[in-house]
């Protein structure tokens, strides 16, 4: 079992960058895809990125490509979001998740098995 723990959200203006991460504990998390997912207030979640187990691909919604960029580092059993020129709309609880092991990345968060608690990104106008 995977257990990943978010960090790195915060309260930031339109047009500012964040990092989140997504530290895994487990010995097997190099052989899971991971996606970041996101869910704002009384909306349902919607998928951000996602990263294959070795890095090999990424997949990113609409609404992000070309601002956020996804990467993992095995060795420290981390994957990261990089979020740049962020908008209010960005506005969301940021959570990680794990699929596989040997999966490859699924937009729909019923497909992935463990999840983090979530970390608050507020974008201001």
């Known amino acids: 079992q995977v257990q990943l723990v978010e960090s790195g959200g915060g309260l930031v203006q339109a047009g500012d960058s964040l990092r989140l991460s997504c530290a895994a504990s487990?010995?097997?998390?190099?052989?899971?895809?991971v996606a970041w997912f996101r869910q704002a207030p009384g909306k349902e979640r919607n998928f951000v990125a996602g990263?294959?187990?070795?890095?090999?691909?990424?997949s990113y919604a609409d609404s992000v490509k070309d601002r956020f960029t996804i990467s993992r580092d095995n060795s420290k059993s981390t994957v990261y979001l990089r979020m740049n020129n962020l908008k209010p709309e960005d506005t969301a609880v940021y959570s990680c998740?794990?699929?596989?092991?040997?999966?490859?990345?699924?937009?729909?968060?019923?497909?992935?098995?463990?999840w983090g608690q979530g970390t608050q990104v507020t974008v201001s106008s």
């Open positions: 998740a794990v699929r596989g092991p040997w999966l490859g990345v699924s937009n729909i968060a019923s497909h992935y098995n463990s």
């Open positions: 487990g010995r097997t998390f190099s052989t899971y895809a």
């Open positions: 990263i294959t187990w070795n890095g090999g691909s990424t």
